[in-house]
């Protein structure tokens, strides 16, 4: 069965710290999504990376996908109260009609 | 709206009790899955619908749980007898097709008592 684990479970922060939160596999990704999840709503997608070693910006946050493919981090630069939420990392493994999600790096930016 | 809608939002149940989750999926996804999440955890796939074809089911947790989804569109999900262990929330989302992007509702928060 394909794992995925995310790290750290937990962080709390100061409003306009740096934070980088990682997502690894126990084998090869097809793809990776990243998405944020706020208290009483759904999971909202941020990204999708495909291609080893591909680099992704979506404002404050960069998305890398590691080159074997096998894991990905999220990096946020000078975080904002805004930010906080669950941040979840999924894949789709190949043959499968189905996600698999991380357990998720919860995190709180304090203003 | 447009987005994935989903009913109760809340659902507060005695154990033994039965209940009706229901989802409206984005119009045009023919994909739908059902996710369950446990305080502060991940989402644990459940069942997915594409299309005419037979659901997945190989994630429900046991035979009390069904679902169905009527005409391509609406999906209910049941769970009988209800157990406390069944408190969660209960998300859908839907896709324009296997490997798109899912778009979720913000779900039915479910306690048993």
């Known amino acids: 069965t394909q794992l995925l684990e995310q790290s750290p479970q937990f962080l709390s922060i100061q409003e306009g710290e740096n934070l980088t939160v990682y997502c690894n596999s126990s084998s090869v990704f097809s793809s990776l999504q990243w998405y944020r999840q706020e208290p009483g709503e759904g999971p909202v997608l941020l990204v999708t990376v495909v291609t080893g070693g591909e680099v992704k910006k979506l404002k404050r946050l960069t998305f890398q996908f590691g080159d074997a493919r096998k894991d990905s981090s999220l990096h946020i630069t000078a975080a904002q109260p805004g930010d906080t939420g669950l941040y979840l990392c999924a894949e789709y493994p190949s043959g499968t009609y189905k996600y698999i999600f991380g357990t998720g790096t919860r995190l709180k930016v304090l203003a | 709206g447009a987005g994935v809608s989903q009913s109760p939002s809340n659902k507060v149940t005695e154990k033994g009790k039965d209940v009706e989750l229901r989802c409206d999926p984005i119009s045009g996804h023919t994909a739908l899955y059902w996710y369950r999440q446990s305080l502060g955890q991940g989402l644990e796939f459940l069942i997915y619908?594409?299309?005419?074809?037979?659901?997945?089911k190989s994630g429900l947790p046991s035979d009390r749980f069904s679902a169905e989804r009527t005409g391509g569109s609406v999906s209910t999900l049941t769970i009988q007898r209800t157990q406390q262990e069944d408190s969660a929330v209960y998300l859908c989302?839907?896709?324009?097709?296997?490997?798109?992007?899912?778009?979720f509702g913000d779900g039915t928060r479910l306690s048993i008592l």
């Open positions: 989302a839907s896709s324009l097709g296997t490997r798109q992007p899912q778009h």
């Open positions: 619908f594409q299309g005419n074809s037979a659901p997945d």
